[in-house]
C-alpha cells in the first residue's frame, strides 16, 4: 500500500510601505504592511496589519501563513527630523536722532541648509526688518522641511529728547559797555553759535543783532536753540 505525502513549504510574501519622517509637524506616522492570509507580529508587539507611532527607529516584522504555518519577515526605518533652526538676533536696541532707525536681521542656521520662512510680530516676512518705532518686536522662523521653529526677539527704546538751554541776558550796548558776554547754560551737549562765533558755552557780543545758539546732546544727538 502506497500514500502519497504533500508538501507546502511556501513562505507567505511581505512587504512593509515607507512611512514618512517623523517631524515637527507631523508626530505620527503609520506602517503598513502588504501580506495575505497571515498572522501579524511586529517587533514592538503589535499584532495587526498596521500600525501608528510617534517613535523613530528600526520596525521588524514577522508574519507566519495561516495555511501552512511558514514564515517571512522584514523590516523598515522610521525616520526623524524634529531639529530646530538656529536663531540669533542682536541685543536690544536704542533709537535716537543720530540713529533714527536700525535694520535688524535674524541671522539663522537651518538643518542641512534647509530654507525657513520669517513672521515678525509686524507682520513683516523678510530675514531684515527696519526698524523706527520703540516697541518689542519678536520673530518666528520655521524650516520648511521639518516645520520646526525657533524664536526671539528684540527690545527698541527711543531716545529722542531734545537737551534743554537757556541764555542769560545781555547788557545793553552803548559806549560805556561795547561789548556784552552771553552765556549758554546746557550740560553734556556741545555748541555751535551763528554767525561762526565759536563752539564754546560763552560768547561776547560786540553789535546788535540776533545771537543763536545750537545745542547738540552728546548722549543721544538731539538738538535745539
Known sequence: KTINVTSNTTAPTVSINNPETITCSKKTVTLSANATNVNYKWSNGNTSKSFSTTVA???????????????????????????????????NLALNCNIPNKVVTASVTAKDGHAVNYAWSDGSSNSDLNISTQGNYSVVVTDQ???CSASANISVTDDKVKPT???????KLNCDNPHSPI?????????????NL???????ATHS?????TVTSKTNGCTNT
Open 57 to 91: 527607529g528600526i520596525y521588524s516584522l514577522s508574519v507566519t501563513a495561516t495555511s501552512n504555518g511558514c514564515t517571512a519577515s522584514a523590516s523598515k526605518t522610521v525616520n526623524q527630523d524634529i531639529t530646530n533652526p538656529t536663531l540669533v538676533l542682536q541685543n
Open 165 to 171: 538751554v537757556t541764555l542769560s541776558t545781555p547788557n
Open 145 to 147: 522641511i521639518n516645520s
Open 198 to 204: 565759536g563752539s564754546d558755552s560763552e560768547i561776547v
Open 209 to 213: 543783532g540776533t545771537y543763536v545758539v
Open 183 to 195: 552765556t549758554a547754560s546746557a550740560t553734556n551737549v556741545t555748541f555751535a553759535w551763528n554767525n
